[in-house]
């Protein structure tokens, strides 16, 4: 029998999602029809956003909710250095600079006392940053009140980039909060790429509480074209519609909302699912052998993750530095690919992208970030995994320790 690949992350497409999507393929409507707006009143029920604006991708939604921060050519933002490029480049695609800000190394999550100097620095050379983009990395909800802390002192804007942290939640005094709900940011961002955790093929959308940049949101999506009767200057007749800034094409189709209709219907089956492995990995990890050779990445206290990602950091041993850990990462990785388990590293650090360093975009201090890449690797993490598949990873770990590499 040939042993299944186990990737790091995939998609759980079951009957009832292919009979939505033929349903809406059979039906009147293949994109603009009602099934984009059921769609985003579904994404507000599992979030607790008022407002959600469905798009193409989790970029798009990046892209607009920059505009919509208002920024523009010349200004600056702020984004951490460990998330996918996606989150820094947003801010280039509106016009501005990113500078990338530090992470703490165990839990890959923004370093507060970095975000705030990068901040400060910015306002003291007279270039405030317009937003931050503060990124849930793995499923693991960023410390808002804090960043929207920092960033209210300089007039800054908040982008929670919830990409990896649909399901998540919080808790802040007491009371129980969720990803994207918008307690602490102006807005949130999802992605719907099939390694997320419910899927639309590709997708994305914008998640706000404020009435007025979701209706921005909405004209950019689709040209900076309205059709309000309400907003349009002397009309020539019925067809009438006002391109009134230039926008983009960043819409989704009824088609790829049918799927994430139905998938949303199994997101809370799906984190429970995830949590219920991140479990059973904890539990291996947490006793010798593999406790002294590796640490999972570590959940904050307060918050219940939706595990996007499951990452293990290997520990440096006695006198060891980055070098010596990066390559037993190395080494591990192709040990465990030998063994049909496809591991991943997320991410290499944005400021090491050579088109951020040739853009003079690379400059910081960067040690929690470079202390994260150098051991951490994302083992396999999806629904359809089965308790077995846990112990087949942790015995290829097993191995690992035992061959003294
Ligand atoms: C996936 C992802 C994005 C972008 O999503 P796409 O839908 O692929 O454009 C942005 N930020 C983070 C952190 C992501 O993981």
């Given at each position: 029998m040939v042993t299944p690949l186990l990737p790091y992350g995939r998609q759980d497409i079951d009957d009832d999602d292919v009979a939505a999507v033929v349903a809406q393929l059979r039906s009147d409507w293949l994109t603009q029809g009602p099934t984009v707006p059921a769609f985003e009143a579904a994404l507000c029920e599992a979030t607790g956003a008022k407002h959600a604006i469905a798009v193409s991708s989790g970029t798009a939604a990046l892209h607009l909710a920059c505009l919509a921060a208002g920024v523009r050519a010349g200004d600056t933002g702020v984004t951490s250095t460990i998330t996918f490029v996606a989150s820094a480049n947003a801010i280039r695609y509106a016009g501005g600079a990113p500078s990338l800000c530090d992470v703490d190394p165990e839990t890959g999550l923004v370093d507060l006392a970095s975000l705030d100097a990068v901040v400060s620095g910015l306002a003291a050379a007279?270039?405030?940053?317009?937003v931050v983009t503060s990124v849930d990395l793995c499923g693991s909800v960023a410390p808002l009140a804090r960043v929207r802390e920092i960033a209210a002192r300089v007039g800054a804007k908040v982008i929670e980039d919830a990409a990896h942290s649909l399901g998540a939640s919080y808790d802040d005094a007491g009371v129980t909060r969720r990803a994207g709900d918008g307690a602490y940011t102006d807005m949130a961002i999802l992605s719907f790429h099939p390694v997320k955790h419910v899927t639309t093929c590709e997708g994305g959308a914008i998640l706000t509480n404020d009435a007025g940049a979701a209706e921005e949101l909405r004209d950019l999506r689709s040209h900076?074209?309205?059709?309000d009767p309400a907003r349009l200057g002397p009309v020539d007749g019925p067809w009438s519609y006002e391109q009134q800034r230039l926008g983009f094409h960043y819409r989704i189709t009824d088609v790829q909302c049918a799927l994430g209709l139905s998938q949303l219907k199994k997101l809370p089956r799906f984190v429970a699912r995830r949590r219920a492995l991140a479990a059973r990995y904890d539990a291996a990890l947490s006793s010798a052998p593999l406790a002294a050779a590796f640490a999972p990445l570590r959940v904050p206290a307060g918050v219940t993750s939706s595990y996007h990602l499951y990452v293990v950091r290997v520990r440096p041993r006695d006198g060891e530095g980055l070098v010596e850990v990066a390559a037993r990462r190395l080494a591990l990785y192709g040990a465990l690919r030998e063994r049909g388990i496809l591991p991943q590293v997320h991410y290499i650090p944005v400021h090491r992208q050579p088109d951020f360093v040739a853009c003079g975009l690379s400059q910081g201090d960067f040690r929690g970030a470079d202390a994260y890449y150098a051991g951490c690797l994302s083992l396999p993490m999806f629904p359809a995994m089965q308790d077995g598949d846990v112990d087949r990873v942790v015995d290829a770990l097993a191995a690992f320790v035992a061959s003294g590499r």
């Open positions: 007279g270039r405030a940053p317009r900076g074209i309205t059709k």
